[in-house]
């Protein structure tokens, strides 16, 4: 339990005390910023939340001091802020939550860390227009470009408490928690419910396969691993075809289009799709895969168009052997016999 706390914007502070204690808290080193997410305490006040010490934030150069051994996961997520704080229900001291926000620099960045701490069979509520994960002592959930992390920091503290605070939070944070338009094209039958991940850094062990989304299927007695790739991080058709052919080990194109790699995992199928690499990788056969790959091309969203690419319009594959990509991306085989180092 710490100390009892301060109600910001409530009568326990006075005019002069709360600016002298954040001159204190500089002083002594404790890094403390009155602008940013640090102002949600005091806002969160007026919904009848006490805090018990004013917010604390971090930036990339020090976010180890508060989470070392997670920061390694945040960082690349584009993060730019922590806000930590702990608060109790007004009249309630002793039920306190430590509440900690994360500020990155895009949605899709802030869906990536949220992603990372979600799994199948997970209890989930819903927290405004978000998606939470919830058990009887934590809550997670993004909003914008926000991931919100609440613990219950003391034994008098309940779910009920994280849950009411976690919309009061929501209320108070811009944007929505709606996943990126991108992943509702996973969201096929078979999909594990909870599986989709937004990776920065590699897919499957293979970096070449990042930035990009993996998730899990099961269904008719086929499992394997689903990977989609945008537009904006493939980058164009033809180079990221001498990236992939490079990294990953057994690739090989083969007709209409489809591209194989023998991962140590099982076997890796791809194909470009609307500028959209899709993927499936583990134990399925190539018919198997291909008409899993179609279903989740039907769900693709046009892609948005980019100094990578001209505006989007109406494309096929061409059906030739040796060429993978769509109409106006056309590339010559390379020479047989290209692996990885």
């Given at each position: ?115 990372q701490h979600r799994f199948p069979g997970q209890e989930v509520i819903r927290v405004g227009t978000s998606e939470a994960v919830v058990s009887a002592a934590s809550l997670d959930f993004f ?106 080990p057994g690739f090989a194109r083969l007709e209409e289009g489809l591209i194989r790699a023998d991962l140590p995992s099982g076997t890796l199928w791809l194909r470009f799709r609307e500028r ?66």
């Amino acid at each position: 339990m710490r100390p009892k706390g301060l109600e910001i914007g409530g009568r326990a502070i006075g005019g002069a005390v709360f600016p002298l204690l954040l001159i204190v808290l500089q002083c002594a080193g404790v890094p403390v910023r009155s602008g940013g997410d640090a102002s949600l305490l005091p806002r969160l006040a007026k919904r009848s939340w006490t805090a018990a010490e004013p917010a604390r934030s971090f930036g990339p150069d020090n976010l180890y001091e508060e989470i070392d051994g997670e920061a390694e996961l945040i960082l690349p997520f584009g993060f730019r802020e922590l806000t930590v704080g702990f608060v109790s229900p007004a009249g309630n001291d002793k039920a306190e939550v430590r509440l900690e926000l994360f500020r990155h620099e895009t949605p899709r960045d802030a869906f990536g860390v949220y992603s990372q701490h979600r799994f199948p069979g997970q209890e989930v509520i819903r927290v405004g227009t978000s998606e939470a994960v919830v058990s009887a002592a934590s809550l997670d959930f993004f909003q914008g470009t926000a991931f919100v992390r609440l613990r219950t920091a003391s034994r008098h503290a309940t779910r009920r408490d994280l849950e009411n605070l976690g919309r009061d939070l929501s209320g108070l944070l811009p944007g929505t928690g709606d996943p990126p338009p991108e992943t509702q094209a996973l969201r096929i039958p078979g999909l594990v419910e909870g599986s989709v991940v937004f990776h920065r850094r590699a897919i499957l062990g293979y970096e070449v396969l990042a930035p990009g989304y993996e998730a899990k299927y099961e269904a008719g007695g086929i499992s394997g691993t689903l990977i989609l790739i945008g537009p904006e991080d493939a980058g164009p058709a033809p180079q990221y075809l001498r990236k992939l052919s490079g990294a990953l080990p057994g690739f090989a194109r083969l007709e209409e289009g489809l591209i194989r790699a023998d991962l140590p995992s099982g076997t890796l199928w791809l194909r470009f799709r609307e500028r959209y690499l899709i993927g499936m990788a583990g134990k399925v056969t190539r018919d198997q895969a291909e008409a899993v790959i179609l279903h989740v091309a039907k769900g693709l969203p046009l892609p948005r168009s980019s100094g990578l690419f001209p505006p989007a319009s109406p494309e096929k594959i061409v059906p030739h052997k040796g060429n993978i990509f769509t109409s106006g991306e056309i590339m010559s085989t390379p020479p047989a016999g290209r692996r990885s180092a």
